[in-house]
């Protein structure tokens, strides 16, 4: 079991940038699949980006490839998702995610243990 933290989320102006970082419990972080994927208010959880175990593969949502960079390192126990040229359409609820398994993501069912949530929110 893998029990996930979220900090970095705040308020943007349009165009501009934030870090979201996701600190893992557990000795097998490696063996995961790491993922975000975000709530806006009134509407259902969406994807947003995966990198499987190993870091060297990653997934996009098309609403955010390009702009949003997701990586990992290991030996800390952490997922980033660097979020660059954001939009007010990006506000939403950001939560980390990860998959026993370590097939990649795509989807947001995708996913065995969830993290509490950080609020992402971008002022036009």
């Known amino acids: 079991q893998v029990q996930l933290v979220e900090s970095g989320g705040g308020l943007v102006q349009d165009g501009g940038s934030l870090r979201l970082s996701c600190a893992a419990s557990g000795r097998t972080f490696s063996s995961y699949a790491m993922g975000w994927s975000r709530q806006a208010p009134g509407k259902e959880r969406e994807f947003v980006a995966a990198?499987?175990?190993?870091?060297?593969?990653?997934y996009y949502a098309d609403s955010v490839r390009g702009r949003f960079t997701i990586s990992r390192d290991n030996t800390k126990n952490t997922v980033w998702l660097q979020m660059n040229s954001l939009k007010p359409e990006d506000t939403a609820v950001y939560y980390c995610?990860?998959?026993?398994?370590?097939?990649?993501?795509?989807?947001?069912?995708?996913?065995?243990?969830w993290g509490q949530g950080t609020q992402v929110t971008v002022s036009s």
């Open positions: 995610a990860a998959r026993s398994s370590g097939v990649l993501p795509r989807t947001s069912t995708s996913y065995d243990y």
């Open positions: 990198v499987n175990g190993g870091g060297y593969s990653t």
